[in-house]
């Protein structure tokens, strides 16, 4: 006999996370019958029950979601059901083709708890782990989400772990990568060579014994190793400097636990609940002093807490704080195996920690920052990609959009889905350009997938997008303008136009030149330049030289005369060779990117920039809220002036200078955002920059940055890929 019941379909983060348990636990406490389990899209659940009882469950289980569960979309239909007696979790009729893959994330809470209980069968365990925290992408082969399909496969569940791991009450309950120190994973501390010095406690005992003495260890994590040292060993850190080739890069840092942490910098609420999250990422503080080593002429600290507990069992047994900074070489991927860690850094480390389980998919620390009141986050990896979205675009089909060069991540568009990858790196790197493919590649065969269509960046010459037929071609800069108006497009009317204000350091421009500081009104479907800094000349290609980028500027605005100090620190020769090649150059730009670059070259005497983004780091250590002082940009013709810049470089004193130049770059965006009755939306790398932001918000302007999606290159395919799917193409 049938009865009328519920079937209630959920998509979204709830597989492998603990939501069917929640589902079972909350069927037991209100004594309903029916069933649950995993499909091919998500969860379906059956309830024998009324539409008030199957209300207040939704309701409850809404309120109740595990740490890493999300609810996209949940549909509720009436339907015949049979007889049920209970309720319990039945096999899934998983199609693995469309099953999210979830990125790794930082201990909970609960696991935390039971590794420093001394009762605990887990107890200072360093693979401790359950459904609510723990390694998903980084041990990952192929889908279903099974223990057989990831590199926990080699590791024999023992009796006690295989109880939990069947039990529908726990939270262990199909946590693929379950074990404990009966059936563990191995750690071994290892020599240059590969040579094995000690094992498990031990490893970890002599490597704080190491670390104390001021050596420098690769140490394995979740998704890949980290070089890691003493942060206040000042010989340590000159040579881990030395050895990297890493002369002024600030290091990141990481700290047992947030008291470490609040020792170096000023942490707010926000900022303590991001270092305390389950995504851990590192995150960008005020910092309490001059840390000169560990981040030279900046007064801003990266800081991640332990999120493995892994590090916790490390920072038993060494007290203090360690630099963490990615394992690779410059430009390449953070390495993730023992092979390449010994042939490609052999020179830098003295010592490894290593551990038997295999990292499939390697993955960065994320880096975000809290910005007037919100987190931004600056690079997305581990704890928030591989991201899916469910979207209800008109356009069907599969596509790829591969992004920027740069801070590279691709898009793909599948099944009504959006699935933003990890964080990639630049693709100039050999080996970055390898594992591009390899992580494309690694999704279109778990996902069975053929792309109709390409997406990509309109520069003729990256080299990675020759790979590919059928290609669109959409500005980079636009790219840009289309991810910051979809992360805010429900601010907006269908189609309503926005005045943005994209700033970076390099884009090819729809005119062939370099573009980087633009004005443009638009939306999803098409947009207008309706202004840009004024283009002038490079000297040439290469950026790293900004003391070039200020000849070029002293040149562009004739100010040889203001700027004869500056110009007597460059040999005559090389002056000459430089005003002749200078005048022979077809290269042009717009880039405010550039001309910050070429401002701090003038106010800090740097003729070469060590990292990107060090000048506007340094700016913001000068930035005196309290000093009214602004230079002036204009218009003219659609370009804006910006000679007032330079010319205060070098004439005023540092301080002034910086605070001159910043105020003077938000006060403009502020009179001319009154000419339209527009939103405002800002994007490109330049408005990473704290300081800038915080000024327009300090002036109450009204703006909208991206948040939850990089403002920098690392967004520019999903912008290509909401520009393609609001389109008519």
Not at 181 to 208: H, N, R, W, Y
Not at 386 to 415: C, Q
Not at 426 to 433: A, I, P
Not at 545 to 553: D, G, P, T
Request: net charge positive.
């Amino acid at each position: 006999m049938c009865h009328l019941g519920y079937k209630i379909k959920i998509s979204g983060l709830v597989q492998g996370v603990g939501f069917r348990p929640l589902v079972y636990e909350l069927a037991l406490k209100f004594k309903l019958f029916g069933e649950v389990r995993n499909d091919g899209f998500g969860v379906e659940i059956i309830l024998a029950c009324t539409q008030k009882e199957c209300t207040n469950f939704i309701k409850n289980l809404k309120t109740h979601l595990p740490p890493l569960a999300r609810i996209d979309h949940l549909t509720i239909t009436q339907i015949p059901i049979s007889n049920y007696t209970q309720f319990s979790i039945t096999p899934s009729l998983e199609n693995a083709k469309s099953t999210p893959m979830l990125s790794d994330f930082a201990l909970c809470k609960e696991c935390k708890k039971e590794f420093f209980d001394e009762k605990n069968p887990r107890f200072l365990y360093p693979f401790i782990t359950c459904t609510h925290c723990g390694p998903r992408f980084s041990i990952i082969k192929s889908l279903p989400y099974d223990r057989a399909n990831t590199s926990m496969q080699e590791f024999i569940m023992c009796e006690f772990c295989k109880s939990e791991y069947e039990d529908p009450k726990n939270r262990r309950f199909h946590a693929q990568p379950i074990s404990c120190p009966k059936c563990k994973i191995s750690v071994f501390l290892k020599d240059q060579k590969g040579t094995i010095l000690a094992k498990d406690k031990e490893a970890f005992m002599q490597s704080a014994n190491f670390l104390k003495e001021g050596k420098i260890l690769a140490i394995k994590g979740m998704g890949g190793f980290h070089l890691m040292c003493d942060a206040f060993n000042e010989q340590a850190l000159k040579a881990l400097r030395l050895r990297k080739k890493r002369p002024k890069k600030p290091f990141a840092l990481m700290c047992k636990d947030l008291k470490s942490a609040k020792e170096l910098a000023f942490i707010d609420e926000k900022e303590e609940a991001l270092l305390n999250g389950v995504l851990a990422p590192i995150v960008i503080l005020k910092a309490k002093k001059d840390f000169s080593l560990i981040a030279p002429e900046v007064n801003k600290l990266g800081i991640m807490l332990a999120y493995t507990p892994l590090h916790l069992l490390l920072f038993e047994y060494f007290k203090g704080i360690l630099v963490a900074t990615s394992a690779n070489l410059s430009g390449e991927s953070i390495i993730k195996d023992e092979l390449n860690l010994c042939q490609k850094l052999s020179g830098v480390f003295d010592f490894y920690l290593d551990y038997d389980r295999e990292i499939i998919n390697a993955s960065d620390d994320s880096i975000a920052q809290v910005v007037n009141g919100a987190t931004m986050f600056l690079r997305t990896s581990r704890g928030l990609n591989p991201f899916y979205l469910e979207s209800n675009f008109d356009k069907k089909g599969t596509f790829l959009a591969l992004g920027a060069e740069l801070k590279n991540e691709f898009v793909i568009f599948y099944e009504n889905k959006l699935l933003i990858s990890p964080y990639i790196g630049d693709l100039k790197s050999v080996d970055v350009y390898e594992r591009f493919f390899k992580l494309l590649d690694f999704f279109k065969q778990n996902y069975d997938l053929e792309f109709e269509v390409v997406l990509c960046d309109k520069h003729p010459h990256f080299a990675y997008t020759k790979e590919f037929e059928n290609k669109i071609k959409i500005s980079h800069h636009y790219a840009h303008f289309c991810a910051v108006y979809f992360e805010y497009e429900k601010e907006f009317l269908k189609d309503e136009k926005a005045l943005a204000y994209i700033c970076d350091g390099t884009g090819y421009g729809e005119d062939g030149k370099i573009w980087g500081g633009e004005v443009f009104i638009g939306n999803l479907k098409e947009y207008k330049r309706i202004a840009h800094f004024e283009n002038f000349t490079l000297i040439n290609s290469d950026i790293k030289n900004i003391q070039n980028l200020a000849l070029s500027l002293i040149w562009h605005y004739d100010l040889e005369d203001k700027a004869k100090e500056f110009l007597a620190k460059i040999p005559k020769i090389k002056l000459k060779n430089l005003r002749k090649i200078y005048s022979h150059s077809n290269l042009q730009t717009s880039s405010l990117g550039r001309i910050i670059d070429a401002f701090g070259s003038i106010v800090f005497n740097i003729e070469k920039s060590s990292y990107e983004a060090q000048i506007g780091l340094m700016c913001e250590a000068f930035y005196d809220e309290n000093l009214d002082f602004s230079y002036k940009l204009f218009i003219e013709k659609g370009q804006i002036n910006f000679k007032s810049l330079i010319l205060g470089a070098l004439q005023d004193e540092k301080s002034k200078a910086i605070t001159g130049m910043f105020n003077a770059l938000a006060n403009f965006i502020i009179e001319f955002s009154k000419d339209y009755d527009l939103k405002v939306l800002l994007s490109g790398g330049v408005f990473q920059n704290k300081t800038l932001l915080e000024i327009l918000k300090a002036k109450e302007f009204n703006f909208f940055v991206p948040l939850k999606y990089p403002c920098n290159d690392s967004s520019v395919a999903l912008g290509q890929m909401v520009h393609y799917l609001n389109s008519k193409k």
